[in-house]
C-alpha cells in the first residue's frame, strides 16, 4: 500500500506565496517522476510541474517563473514553491508520483488526497 499525503495550502493574498508538499509513503522499491497538478472548479485537471528522479523539471506556461519544483529523494517527497500567486492558481493541487512497489514489479501512478489553494484579489 501507498499513500501520498499533501500539505501547505490554504488562504493567501495575490502576489503572496506559499509551499506545498507531498510525501510518499508504504510500501516503496523505487520513484520515478512526480509532479503536480492542479483543477480548478469547472476546469479539468491540468500539469503543473513535473521532475525526475534525476532532477530534471518541467513547467506549465502558465507558472514559469513564479513556481520550483523539487525534490528530497531521501525523504519520498516533491515540494511545489509558488510565488506570485494569482486569483486564477486557484485550484486544488494534487501531487502524483510513478512508483515501484516491492510487490508490483511495474511503475504505477499514485496520486495525493488534494489541497486546497485560494488566492484572494
Known amino acids: 500500500q501507498v499513500q501520498l499525503v499533501e500539505s501547505g495550502g490554504g488562504l493567501v493574498q495575490a502576489g503572496g506565496s506559499l509551499r506545498l508538499s507531498c510525501a510518499a509513503s508504504g510500501s516503496i522499491f523505487m520513484i520515478n517522476a512526480m509532479g503536480w497538478y492542479r483543477q480548478a472548479p469547472g476546469k479539468q485537471r491540468e500539469l503543473v510541474a513535473t521532475?525526475?528522479?534525476?532532477?530534471?523539471?518541467n513547467y506549465a506556461d502558465s507558472v514559469k517563473g513564479r513556481f520550483t519544483i523539487s525534490r528530497d529523494n531521501a525523504k519520498n517527497t516533491v515540494y511545489l514553491r509558488m510565488n506570485d500567486l494569482k486569483p486564477e492558481d486557484t485550484a486544488i493541487y494534487y501531487c502524483?508520483?510513478?512508483?515501484?512497489?516491492?510487490?508490483?514489479?511495474?511503475?504505477?501512478?499514485?496520486w495525493g488526497q488534494g489541497t486546497q489553494v485560494t488566492v484572494s484579489a
Open positions: 521532475i525526475t528522479s534525476g532532477g530534471s523539471t
Open positions: 502524483k508520483a510513478d512508483i515501484k512497489t516491492r510487490v508490483l514489479t511495474t511503475w504505477m501512478p499514485y
